[in-house]
């Protein structure tokens, strides 16, 4: 890539870069504007978790941007230089001027991994996503978020730039070297999805094109093959743990979208918000309404039906709302006779339901047997759009998915003392208890073979 710029501070001068854009702008053949435009910010000491998360919050402004094309222009990419011990205990989000916010990396690394060294993220994301890749993750990376929401906002993106970086566990600290930010022409965005204002791209069937567009939640597999971490009955942090990612998509015909009733609870008590906690020390609820769509006479219509309930979950790295009882996890044992009883189950899990990615064209990481979801199959692929964990709107849109790390609060079970080595199965289900509606309320197991290797070697019991 051509950078037409290069700086040390956070301002772009007019001057030199209006000179090299037009002699980039000349010597191309259709004005097609390859160049970019580059700012660095400035890195800083990170803050370690004590008792409550810290955050550190590193800002560029940028003001000069002026671009000949305003509608495809936007961030291309974010390159960072961080260096921490151990890069799980961070989240990093970048935040642009309109306040809209993605995650860039969310406590990926492992256990041990240190440092981003050289770490771009971009749209392209040429080494894959960022939590598929390995420390230093030196390379040009696929956020944990879905960019194009940075491209929501004003036109250019002049303003404010926000790196935080959130430290979720104490012990280990860091230093942010620097970052960069560059700006320039980016892929045209599609509009040619699904959605209430393009009803016509909206199918059901052909036989049946009126009817409810239902969302189908299903488990990735492949999130959890690649994030299972065992660890033996001695470890210092976690003694007898098995933590494991669990990604949720939606592959059905419509958004799995939940919105806040307004309606909040202590027990049976109704209360003024969430906010603070009652009498017993929990949370207050709040009930959520599933907005089903439906297609009818060449229109989209919706229909809220009674669901669940969210709540503020504090925990660190998270401080936004979850929708309770989302997930649950049981460890089961193969017994010599071929049976299966259960090792240990956890309590049932909550979630933000929003897209923390989507499925690409033919991508394995979408795959389930011997099919791979995404637009290439999914015929309302992209309805729906949940970038934030607040307490009002939040979802899974069509082919979208939602990830949660390893190293994620509560993706872990703790097996029981005693545990012997050998052959389990980890049992992950969403929406256990049947709150939601689906297409097909079948389908929302995933079940995973596993070696335990670091527990009681095997014995007669
Ligand atoms: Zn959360």
């Given amino acids: ?26 010597a191309l053949p259709w004005g097609h504007s390859l160049y970019g435009q580059q700012y660095n910010g400035r890195g800083g000491r990170l803050q370690d978790f004590v008792s409550v ?3 550190d919050t ?3 402004m940028v003001t000069d941007l002026k671009p000949a094309d305003q509608v495809n222009f936007g961030l291309i990419k974010i390159c960072i230089n961080l260096h ?37 993220f971009s749209r392209q994301g040429f080494f894959g996503y960022i939590h598929e890749g390995e420390n230093p993750f030196n390379g040009d990376y696929l956020p944990d978020g879905r960019f194009d929401v940075l491209d929501e906002g004003p036109q250019p993106p002049n303003g404010e730039w926000q790196l935080i970086v959130q430290d979720l566990r104490e012990e280990v600290t860091g230093i942010l070297g620097s970052w960069n930010l560059y700006f320039g022409t980016i892929p045209s965005r599609t509009t040619d999805w699904c959605s209430t204002q393009e009803p016509d791209r909206c199918t059901l069937s052909e036989a049946q094109p009126d009817g409810a567009l239902l969302p189908d939640l299903v488990m990735l597999p492949s999130f959890t093959r690649a994030q299972f971490i065992e660890y033996p009955p001695d470890h210092n ?11 949720i998509a939606n592959i059905g015909f419509g958004p799995m979208e939940t919105r806040g009733s307004g309606r909040w609870y202590c027990g049976e008590q109704a209360v003024a918000n969430g906010a603070s906690p009652c009498a017993d020390g929990t949370l207050p609820r709040q009930e959520i309404l599933q907005r089903i769509y439906y297609k009818q006479n060449g229109m989209i219509n919706h229909r809220d039906t009674a669901a669940g309930t969210n709540y503020l979950d504090l925990k660190p790295g998270h401080n936004h709302f979850h929708v309770d009882d ?3 996890y049981k460890l089961l044992r193969v017994t010599h006779s071929g049976e299966e009883e259960v090792v240990c189950a956890g309590e049932k899990v909550s979630y933000c339901l929003f897209d923390s990615g989507a499925c690409q064209e033919n991508d394995p990481l979408c795959a389930i047997g011997q099919v791979q979801y995404g637009p290439q199959n999914l015929p309302n692929y992209g309805f729906g759009r949940y970038v934030n964990c607040r307490d009002g709107i939040q979802g899974i849109s069509v082919g979208g998915y939602d990830t949660y790390g390893s190293m994620y609060e509560g993706q872990s079970l703790t097996l029981p003392p005693g545990t012997v080595n050998g052959r389990y199965v980890l049992q992950i289900t969403v929406d256990p208890n049947n709150q939601y509606r689906e297409s097909d309320e079948d389908n929302n197991v995933l079940r995973m073979v596993f070696h335990l290797q670091k527990q009681q070697p095997t014995g007669e019991k």
């Fill in 1 to 26: 890539m051509l950078h037409a710029w290069k700086g040390t501070g956070s301002r772009l001068k007019p001057l030199s870069f209006t000179l090299i854009m037009t002699l980039v702008l000349a």
């Fill in 53 to 55: 998360a810290a955050a």
């Fill in 58 to 60: 590193f800002r560029i």
């Fill in 84 to 120: 921490h011990g151990r890069t799980s205990d961070l989240k990093l989000t970048l935040v642009n001027p309109a306040g809209q916010a993605i995650w860039l990396s969310n406590r990926n690394g492992g256990e041990t991994g240190r440092n981003y060294t050289e770490t771009c």
């Fill in 237 to 247: 942090t976690f003694p007898r743990q098995i933590k494991f990612a669990a990604t």
């Fill in 326 to 328: 989302w997930v649950e």
